[in-house]
């Protein structure tokens, strides 16, 4: 199995700034996406931005004010969120893509979420 934990959510005023970090760890192979989502207005999960080999991609929300990267090192992604907008408050949900093996058995690709940081944003 393979565990994903976010950190770094809090609460801070329009303009300021918070950086989100998210860890893999587990039986993984290789990690193939790693990125950032949060509940659009239908609830649905949309995505913020993700990397993906040396592939980043942004929500047109979030460009030129998030950026993301990664430390494949330690199998973690960092999301520096700069200039914060009320409408960025939400909870902010570490989505990884891995492939690994168990028990012999190759699973290509399987995707992961963790549990979850909560963004607030307010004056």
């Known amino acids: 199995q393979v565990q994903v934990v976010e950190s770094g959510g809090g609460s801070v005023q329009p303009g300021g700034s918070l950086r989100l970090s998210c860890t893999a760890s587990?039986?993984?192979?290789?990690?193939?996406?790693m990125g950032w989502y949060r509940r659009g207005p239908g609830k649905t999960r949309e995505l913020v931005a993700s990397i993906s080999g040396g592939s980043t991609a942004y929500s047109d929300s979030v460009k030129g004010r998030f950026t993301l990267s990664k430390d494949s090192t330690k199998n973690m992604v960092y999301l520096q969120m700069n200039n914060l907008k009320l409408d960025d408050a939400n909870v902010y949900y570490c989505?990884?893509?891995?492939?690994?093996?168990?028990?012999?058995?190759?699973?290509?690709?399987?995707?992961?979420w963790g549990q979850g940081t909560q963004v607030t944003v307010s004056s």
């Open positions: 989505n990884v893509a891995v492939s690994r093996r168990s028990g012999g058995q190759l699973h290509p690709r399987e995707e992961y």
């Open positions: 587990g039986s993984i192979l290789i990690i193939l996406t």
